[in-house]
């Protein structure tokens, strides 16, 4: 299994500015995909983060909110940008060898705006 | 639209006795299943995945049960103990073919282990 670390766990930020949050994996891996995770409620998939070209973007969620870089198979960031306290969630990432395969998580990073 | 759904979020237990968390899925095309667990402050852990050419599969003190025809899924814990009180989740990998390994999360069952 592979082992996904997160940075930062947490922030307060204010409203108005951006966040750039971190996801490295102990091993490479075919797929990564960025969740949020409201408190006390499911996951929901923003984006998967691809390889060399462009994040794919779920519905609901955008390129210009959520910009996603992975120049590489351990490492991807995921930018919460211009954020209002809407954005105030837990935020995951994930990673896996792709299609029916577990997928492994991060512990998160917990976003509150202010 | 299509989703994953759970029949109970909350289920609060004995230590020692057995425990059975349901969840319902509406994705007939979905092939894949996992079942994570959530401690509080952690990212979700993978407990236990089947594949529709199953039925049922087990693990250490858990089993799953994957009925297509009513399309439900469960999830069996041989005498709970407290360490396993937390959110379980099942997840179904939905109509993705060819974009391997995208997941839909179900609501969620908070698990309780009362000693």
């Known amino acids: 299994s592979a082992v996904i670390s997160q940075k930062p766990s947490r922030d307060i930020c204010q409203r108005g500015t951006s966040l750039t949050i971190q996801c490295q994996v102990d091993s490479q891996v075919t797929m990564m995909f960025w969740y949020r995770q409201q408190p006390g409620q499911s996951l929901t998939l923003i984006a998967t983060?691809?390889?060399?070209?462009?994040?794919?973007?779920e519905s609901g969620f955008v390129i210009d909110k959520f910009p996603i870089s992975r120049p590489n198979l351990t490492f991807s960031t995921l930018t919460v940008s211009n954020m209002s306290p809407e954005d105030s969630s837990i935020y995951l990432c994930?990673?896996?060898?792709?299609?029916?395969?577990?997928?492994?998580f991060g512990q998160g990073t917990r976003l509150t705006v202010v | 639209g299509e989703s994953v759904g759970l029949h109970l979020p909350t289920l609060s237990v004995q230590e020692g006795d057995n425990s059975i968390i349901n969840c319902a899925y509406s994705n007939s095309a979905s092939d894949y299943f996992i079942w994570y667990k959530q401690e509080s402050g952690k990212g979700p852990q993978f407990i236990i995945d089947?594949?529709?050419?199953?039925d049922k599969r087990q693990g250490q003190r858990v089993t799953v049960l994957l009925n297509k025809t009513v399309k439900h899924l469960s999830l069996q814990i041989a005498a709970t103990q407290p360490g396993d009180s937390a959110v379980y989740f099942c997840?179904?990998?939905?109509?993705?073919?060819?974009?391997?390994?995208?997941?839909?999360f179900g609501q969620g069952t908070e698990l309780s282990v009362k000693p």
């Open positions: 997840a179904e990998n939905g109509d993705f073919y060819n974009q391997g390994g995208k997941l839909i």
């Open positions: 983060a691809n390889q060399g070209s462009e994040a794919t973007y």
């Open positions: 089947i594949r529709s050419n199953m």
């Open positions: 994930s990673g896996g060898q792709g299609e029916d395969t577990e997928a492994f």
